[in-house]
Nanobody, 124 residues
Framework: QVHLAESGGGLVQAGGSLRLSCAAS????????MGWFRQASGKEREIVAT????????YYADSVKDRFTISRDNVKNTVSLQMIRLKPEDTAVYYC?????????????????WGQGTQVAVSS
């Protein structure tokens, strides 16, 4: 399994931007599909975005399309989530996750490794 550590969360006003980063260690990063998930208080964990092993393919939840961008750097072993035009409903703990797959995986149950999460709070 790969170890993941997120950073970049915080408090921002609606309409603002944040960039989350996830650093991976202990595995062959380029062999992992990566995903960002989030869990709001009292709700189930949901997918935000995923990216395949080489960054050529991405998937976004409808709620974040055209506002969030996932990217990865297979040299620095990082995956990022750029978030713009943030809304109060984006408030959640955001998790980085890894799955040993060459494809896009949207089911969180299939992910092997998870970070500790980073809090994003968007005020109205």
């Amino acid at each position: 399994q790969v170890h993941l550590a997120e950073s970049g969360g915080g408090l921002v006003q609606a309409g603002g931007s944040l960039r989350l980063s996830c650093a991976a260690s202990g595995g062959v990063f380029r062999s992992y599909g990566m995903g960002w998930f989030r869990q709001a208080s009292g709700k189930e964990r949901e997918i935000v975005a995923t990216i395949n092993y080489n960054g050529e393919h991405t998937y976004y939840a409808d709620s974040v399309k055209d506002r969030f961008t996932i990217s990865r750097d297979n040299v620095k072993n990082t995956v990022s989530l750029q978030m713009i035009r943030l809304k109060p409903e984006d408030t959640a703990v955001y998790y980085c996750a890894a799955v040993q797959s060459l494809g896009l995986i949207s089911d969180p149950a299939l992910y092997d490794s998870w970070g500790q999460g980073t809090q994003v709070a968007v005020s109205s």
